[in-house]
């Protein structure tokens, strides 16, 4: 899936990059937009996929936005 077509799925999208100039774990972020953390792991995951965020690996890694 395209960045476009989940930021579309996804209305957070761009909030969650906002978010991601700072690296933070996925439990502080979640925290930070009102989400569980299974449903924004999910959402990084496709948003990884698709190009706009590095760095979602299990084991506490930080994501991190590509800044395209």
Same mark, same amino acid.
């Given at each position: ?10 209305p ?12 933070? =774990?996925?439990? &502080? *972020?979640?925290?930070?937009? %009102?989400? /569980? @953390?299974?449903?924004?792991?999910? #959402? ?5 996929? =698709?190009?706009? &965020? *590095?760095?979602?690996?299990? %084991?506490? /890694? @930080?994501?991190?936005?590509?800044? #395209?």
């Amino acid at each position: 899936m395209s960045g476009s077509a989940h930021a579309a799925r996804y209305p957070r999208c761009g909030v969650a990059l906002e978010e991601l100039r700072e690296p933070a =774990s996925v439990t &502080v *972020l979640a925290a930070r937009l %009102g989400e /569980s @953390r299974q449903r924004l792991n999910y #959402h990084l995951r496709e948003m990884e996929k =698709s190009g706009l &965020v *590095l760095g979602c690996a299990v %084991g506490g /890694s @930080r994501p991190e936005h590509r800044g #395209h």
